[in-house]
């Protein structure tokens, strides 16, 4: 099922219920594996009031779940946080090209991921810096393209603008919404949140 039409028709529930089932539905590329990080702007709107529900509900929502956040940003009716998993965000950050890359911008190559992230939280203040692609999983490839530091020609566009061959970050979009569709037809068949949440091993289609 089309996850987008799937919560179009959740939008009545009670607020919480689906603010819940939203961050489940954004979530779970993260949780399973198909991207690093997570990047979500929860804000207090006169519909739904995401950070409010955050704040009262989202420690314990992911607890024994194999997610981690940093606060990037917090203002009064909004919070900008980074949902990421740290075996795959490490793993990302020490990829030969990727540490180059951000030892360009400022990053030292001795740094821990805890070092990383406070330090990408401080140049996250004053705008998004680019080099957030590499946490949410766009390939290097189309983060420097972007940037203007790849002779790679901008081919296509789907979740992010893509240089150069389209081919594995087309597979990666595609994942991406493979698992989002997954969960929607998991809450049709009754499941519970949690169970996204807490990582359930069914296969993903």
Known sequence: MCWKFYLQQQEAK?????FFL????ELAPTIYGEKPGTLLNLMNTSKLRMKTLWLEFGSSMLVNSNIEWIVLKDEPGSMKI????????TTSIHDKSTRH????????VTMTLPEILHYFKER????CPHEMGI?????????????G???????????????????????????IEAVKSQVADWMMEGY???DVFHGMSLKIA
């Open 149 to 175: 530091m790849s002779e790679e020609c901008h081919t296509c566009q789907g979740m992010w603008q893509i240089y150069g061959d389209p081919v594995s970050s087309l597979g990666i979009m595609q994942r």
């Open 101 to 108: 890359f951000l030892k360009g911008l400022g990053y030292q």
């Open 82 to 89: 980074l949902f990421y998993r740290v075996d795959l965000l």
């Open 135 to 147: 946490f949410l999983g766009i390939p290097l490839k189309d983060v420097m393209g972007f940037m």
């Open 124 to 127: 996250f203040q004053n705008r």
């Open 22 to 25: 939203w961050m489940a539905m």
């Open 14 to 18: 009670d607020a919480a219920d689906f």
């Open 192 to 194: 519970a949140v949690a």
